[in-house]
């Protein structure tokens, strides 16, 4: 598999969980993880290597180290869009106007703190995440009652449903706004860089690529999105969709 490429592709934009790690908290595969780090690390002398970047909702900490894992350079996006991240200079900022919208997710995370059938996600700055404590329940019933939590306590806040959690985003970001943002920091059009997701919230900012894939494991939705479908689960995805960028850029 060899995606067409039209102009070269400058950046490999990686959703984490379900792409880079397998979803269920599993142990990472650190032969593959290693693999990406080297060629990230190639990309600084061979301009037809992209370089790594993520968007992602997980928190900054957990981003911060996947980055170090990885040698990422690049800027990343955390947290579903709120906010932008660097390693040199070491530094996370969130994205403007959010403020207004962070006294309505510290009132919800109080509200599932008190709550036995929910917990958080820790570590989140500007949005939430909620699990379920049963990881088996089906997501519907939770997305119901974060729905009745939220009328009944008039949080304007967002649901965004992924495949193990669901994701309490204010209003007016996501990935995609995420996305466009991080784009804007790298200086680079959408068009000039590839992803790669599995959720349905990230079709966005997949739509957006100039190539786009999704791994296996991802939501249908996604996959029927985006310009490649690979064969191969999370990980294993990345590495093969990573291998076809470098070989389409040198044959451009």
């Known amino acids: 598999m060899m995606p067409k490429v039209t102009r070269p592709v400058r950046a490999f934009i990686c959703d984490l969980d379900g792409c880079i790690a397998a979803v269920g908290h599993v142990a990472f595969d650190l032969a593959r993880l290693d693999q990406l780090a080297r060629r990230n690390r190639e990309s600084s002398d061979d301009p037809s290597i992209p370089p790594l970047s993520f968007v992602t909702g997980r928190p900054h900490s957990y981003v911060d180290a996947i980055m170090q894992a990885l040698d990422v350079g690049l800027a990343v996006s955390f947290e579903n869009g ?13 994205a403007p106007g959010i403020e207004e919208g962070l006294a309505d997710v510290r009132r919800l995370e109080r509200l599932v703190d008190d709550d036995p059938d929910m917990v958080l996600q820790p570590g989140k700055m500007a949005s939430a995440s909620v699990f379920p404590v049963e990881a088996s329940l089906d997501p519907g019933p939770l997305m ?6 939220l009328d009944e306590h008039d949080l304007d806040l ?3 449903p992924s495949n193990e959690c669901v994701n309490v985003l ?10 466009e943002w991080l784009c804007t920091e790298l200086g680079l059009e959408p068009a000039d860089v590839a992803g790669i997701g599995d959720s349905v919230g990230d079709i966005g900012w997949l739509r957006r690529c100039g190539v786009s894939f999704a791994p296996a494991n991802a939501a249908a939705d996604v996959r029927a999105s985006v310009t490649h479908a690979l064969a191969g689960n999370d990980v294993v995805a990345t590495v093969a969709a990573y291998e076809a960028l470098v070989a389409a850029n040198r044959a451009s």
């Open 82 to 94: 709120a906010g932008l991240a660097t390693r040199h200079p070491y530094r996370a900022w969130l």
């Open 144 to 149: 119901a009652k974060l729905r009745r939590m």
């Open 158 to 160: 967002v649901l965004d």
């Open 170 to 179: 204010i209003p007016g970001v996501d990935k995609t706004t995420g996305f």
